[in-house]
């Protein structure tokens, strides 16, 4: 069945489920082109400006005493490329650590890092994904694996355990509402329906519509119930409706029949 949300359910060790919306690969690439990278670049430059003005003092006063420079320069060389990659690991770890899984780009984005578990990131998961930043923009590999895999993550977080989710409060999962007229229709589900033919993932469809029907415009509601009906008496292998009904007494059914033959909702992605 189709994922109309694109959204994660994460279990909490107090067995909350938690929903997140995952950020998607165009507010990440806000976060990083347009803010994130140029903030870099310009405190890189900052610093090699700074760092310039300070290794030229240090080289006039080793000559000033007398000594050789070759020595000193590359000393100054090697600090410097230390510097670098303090500062391009660091402009990540510091902010991500600091500020709740964010950075400057990604509060203006509206995302943050948090670890599978819903908690927040912290210094081992921020420090993992930025030292693994240069792996993932290499041939735009971090990019392709936002793309293809359905949590969206690059290989940093998938190393570090971590997702970037939008910044809206996680809403706390809740059983959808079940019309009593979908009780006569679930029990005769129960008796002429395939159930076992729907996947888990296909009940985590038809349950997020029932949470979130009440909040939709009525007729993108009555398309989306439509096609999710269809969807499912396909899916169940069900020839021939039970009796009249609307497709939201169908869907309520069908997952009220699901519950009581003992499936469970849970997201695999």
Same mark, same amino acid.
């Given at each position: ?29 806000? /976060? ?44 100054? /060389? ?192």
């Amino acid at each position: 069945m189709t994922r109309y949300f694109n959204q994660i359910t994460i279990q909490t060790p107090e067995s909350v489920e938690l929903e997140f919306t995952l950020a998607g690969i165009g507010n990440r690439a806000l /976060a990083l082109l347009l803010i994130d990278y140029p903030l870099w670049v310009l405190l890189l430059v900052m610093v090699i400006y700074l760092g310039s003005l300070v290794s030229q003092q240090i080289v006039d006063l080793v000559v000033f005493l007398g000594g050789g420079t070759e020595s000193i320069e590359l000393w100054l /060389a090697a600090m410097s490329l230390l510097l670098f990659f303090i500062i391009y690991v660091g402009y990540f770890v510091i902010f991500e650590t600091l500020w709740q899984g964010q950075t400057p780009g990604k509060r203006v984005a509206k995302i943050r890092v948090i670890r599978e578990n819903g908690q927040p990131a912290g210094l081992f998961q921020a420090t993992l994904r930025s030292l693994l930043r240069p792996i993932d923009d290499i041939l735009f590999i971090g990019f392709f694996l936002i793309v293809l895999t359905p949590k969206e993550k690059r290989l940093g977080d998938w190393m570090a355990g971590t997702l970037i989710v939008q910044t809206e409060r996680p809403v706390v999962s809740k059983a959808p509402s079940i019309s009593q007229a979908a009780e006569p229709i679930a029990e005769e589900l129960l008796q002429i329906a395939n159930l076992s033919l729907l996947q888990p993932d296909d009940l985590a469809v038809i349950r997020e519509y029932l949470q979130r029907r009440t909040v939709m415009a009525p007729k993108a509601r009555s398309k989306l119930s439509l096609q999710l009906a269809r969807q499912a008496k396909t899916l169940i292998d069900l020839e021939h409706l039970p009796s009249d009904m609307t497709p939201d007494a169908f869907l309520e059914a069908v997952y009220l029949a699901y519950q009581r033959l003992g499936g469970s909702v849970q997201d695999r992605d």
